[in-house]
């Protein structure tokens, strides 16, 4: 016998998107059958497993606030809140769903972490979000992207099931077998795509190593990826490895004939952390962003 917390978690349900598609090609809509079409995009209950990898990938604890655009019944939030003690917030157009979405987190005892409203997704505040979850079609992921770039702070986990952002290249994905999701979309697998906000680091900086001199960063960055070189009295080097994941950032810069491992977490207008000179020797460097 089911208890009430598990019959409700079966009753749930959230948004469905598009099939599964290779990040480097146009997503196309997938066919939808007319008894799941409503404004603003369909609605089909997403199973159990599906949402719970979905948490899983994201990390989500006790301290996550998890936000759900195009939140349908509730599931994912509430899963979150009610099973790992996150605090949540869900959008949907559907005046209905976000109605029964908060009387079941009122039922469960967590509507003091979590609460839903019917609001345009696009209109919804996410800054607070530690972790966004997605199941959307193809052209509101799309228009999403800017919006959740922007807008999102550094180290902030997106995951989203089945659609990806195309041109924001995602930062893991994982395919595992539904077979109840066959009747849907004619695949009876999953896949879910996982990004990782990147700290905004493009531009020019000044980069200062103890005891080691001072150097003119120039950082190119498209989403997480990064390319960059550093100009001092030595001449212009290329930085080799260059790896952005959140506000962590990390280079081998060639100084002589050796390459020196740096890694940093990025503040704003500031970078600090230590660089790896060999024979156990560790020191500090720090970057500002200079002014244009």
Same mark, same amino acid.
């Given at each position: 016998?089911?208890?009430?917390?598990?019959?409700?978690?079966? !009753?749930?349900?959230?948004?469905?998107?598009?099939?599964?598609?290779?990040? !480097? !090609?146009?997503?196309?809509?997938?066919?939808?059958?007319?008894?799941?079409? %409503?404004?603003?995009?369909p609605?089909?209950?997403?199973?159990?497993?599906?949402?719970?990898?979905m948490?899983?990938? !994201?990390?989500?604890?006790?301290?996550? +606030?998890?936000?759900?655009?195009?939140?349908?019944?509730?599931?994912?939030?509430?899963?979150?809140?009610? %099973?790992?003690?996150?605090?949540?917030?869900?959008?949907?157009?559907?005046?209905?769903?976000?109605?029964?979405?908060?009387q /079941?987190?009122?039922?469960?005892?967590?509507?003091e /972490?979590?609460?839903?409203?019917?609001?345009?997704?696009?209109? =919804?505040?996410?800054?607070?979000?530690?972790?966004v &979850?997605l199941y959307?079609?193809?052209?509101?992921?799309?228009?999403?992207?800017?919006?959740?770039? =922007?807008?999102l702070?550094?180290?902030?986990?997106?995951?989203s099931?089945?659609?990806?952002?195309?041109?924001?290249m995602?930062d893991?994905?994982? &395919?595992?077998?539904?077979?109840?999701?066959?009747?849907?979309?004619?695949?009876?697998?999953?896949t879910?795509?996982?990004?990782?906000?990147? =700290?905004?680091?493009?531009?020019?900086?000044r980069?200062?190593v103890?005891?080691?001199?001072?150097?003119?960063?120039a950082?190119?960055?498209?989403?997480?990826?990064?390319?960059?070189?550093?100009?001092?009295?030595g001449g212009?080097?290329?930085?080799?490895?260059?790896?952005?994941?959140?506000?962590?950032?990390?280079?081998?810069?060639?100084l002589?004939?050796?390459?020196? @491992?740096?890694?940093g977490?990025?503040?704003g207008? @500031?970078?600090?952390?230590?660089?790896?000179?060999?024979?156990?020797?560790?020191?500090?460097? +720090?970057?500002? /962003?200079?002014?244009?």
């Open positions: 016998m089911k208890s009430g917390w598990q019959s409700a978690v079966v !009753a749930m349900g959230v948004s469905m998107s598009m099939l599964l598609t290779c990040p !480097a !090609a146009a997503q196309k809509q997938p066919y939808v059958p007319p008894e799941y079409e %409503r404004e603003g995009g609605y089909v209950p997403t199973p159990n497993v599906v949402v719970d990898r948490l899983g990938m !994201a990390n989500v604890g006790a301290n996550d +606030h998890v936000i759900d655009l195009g939140s349908g019944d509730g599931i994912i939030v509430i899963t979150a809140a009610y %099973r790992l003690k996150s605090s949540g917030y869900g959008v949907d157009i559907d005046e209905e769903l976000v109605r029964l979405s908060n /079941r987190a009122k039922s469960l005892g967590i509507n /972490r979590v609460l839903f409203e019917a609001k345009d997704i696009f209109k =919804a505040d996410v800054s607070k979000a530690t972790v &979850t959307l079609l193809p052209e509101f992921m799309q228009r999403l992207r800017s919006k959740l770039y =922007a807008e702070k550094p180290g902030t986990r997106i995951v099931h089945d659609y990806h952002f195309e041109e924001w995602h893991d994905e994982v &395919t595992f077998d539904v077979p109840e999701k066959e009747f849907i979309s004619g695949v009876p697998s999953a879910l795509y996982l990004w990782i906000v990147p =700290a905004k680091i493009g531009g020019a900086w980069l200062q103890d005891g080691n001199g001072e150097y003119d960063l950082l190119q960055q498209r989403y997480q990826r990064l390319m960059g070189s550093a100009e001092g009295r212009k080097v290329s930085l080799l490895e260059p790896k952005l994941s959140g506000a962590e950032v990390s280079f081998l810069l060639p002589g004939v050796h390459q020196r @491992r740096f890694t977490r990025v503040s207008d @500031r970078i600090e952390g230590t660089a790896d000179f060999g024979g156990g020797k560790i020191v500090r460097w +720090h970057a500002t /962003r200079s002014k244009s």
